[in-house]
């Protein structure tokens, strides 16, 4: 069974400062990745996913996510945050031999301070 | 496109009374609908899984007389809260995956559902 560790709850990070948000996943066997935002009261949104191919993966709103299959982990990072970042981040895990299942981590609160 | 809709976006019902809610892709065939419950600041748990035409498959501790899904045809499935509790109340969220994208999800907007 597949696991997803968002280690930080919450990450408060001033305006136009770089942020990471950290993901770890354990499965045994392949997997591919997603981080989905959600602002309040609103379904997800997909950031970025990794389905096969680079480990770096570009996404929306200047995000980016590296795979790292050693170390088991997709961290999300953006070099210089705004405002309007602001929202809870969600990293999830499907796995190749599961269908179209996803496990959800925890979530990280991004809190962007002027 | 892979856009999915929900409705309605709250809904505000006494406790005893059924409710109902949509979840439809609009712009591609779902042969896949999953439904979450999100409680505050906590992550999507997974009621349940439904494939068009079939019956829903439960996720354990969610109890399927209750929380009745049917996904009738390729682009709406729905959920409905029977005899509802103020315990029920939390935002329901829908997930469609298929004809598009590749073991991809994609999200409605989620409906609050409040129980007095």
């Known amino acids: 069974a597949q696991s997803v560790t968002q280690l930080d709850s919450q990450v408060p990070v001033f305006e136009e400062a770089p942020v990471e948000l950290r993901c770890n996943y354990s499965?045994?066997?392949?997997?591919?990745l997603f981080w989905y935002v959600q602002y309040p009261n609103q379904g997800l949104q997909l950031l970025l996913k990794y389905l096969s191919g680079s480990t770096l993966v570009k996404g929306i709103n200047g995000f980016e996510a590296e795979f790292n299959k050693s170390q088991t982990s997709f961290h999300l990072r953006k070099p210089s945050v705004h405002i309007s970042d602001t929202a809870e981040y969600f990293c999830?895990?499907?796995?190749?031999?599961?269908?179209?299942?996803?496990?959800f981590g925890g979530g990280t609160r991004l809190m962007v301070k002027p | 496109g892979a856009v999915v809709s929900q409705h309605p976006s709250w809904v505000i019902c006494k406790s005893g009374t059924s409710v109902k809610i949509e979840c439809r892709s609009l712009d591609f065939q779902a042969t896949t609908m999953f439904w979450y419950r999100q409680f505050p600041k906590q992550s999507l748990m997974l009621m349940a899984t439904s494939n068009e035409g079939s019956k829903a498959t439960y996720e354990q501790g969610v109890e399927k007389d209750k929380f009745l899904i049917n996904h009738a045809s390729l682009t709406l499935s729905t959920l409905t809260v029977t005899s509802a509790h103020p315990e029920d109340s939390s935002f329901y969220i829908c997930?469609?995956?298929?004809?598009?994208?590749?073991?991809?999800?994609?999200f409605g907007p989620g409906t609050r559902l409040t129980v007095t």
């Open positions: 997930s469609a995956s298929g004809s598009v994208g590749r073991g991809e999800q994609y």
């Open positions: 999830a895990v499907g796995e190749n031999n599961a269908g179209n299942m996803l496990t």
């Open positions: 499965s045994s066997v392949s997997v591919y």
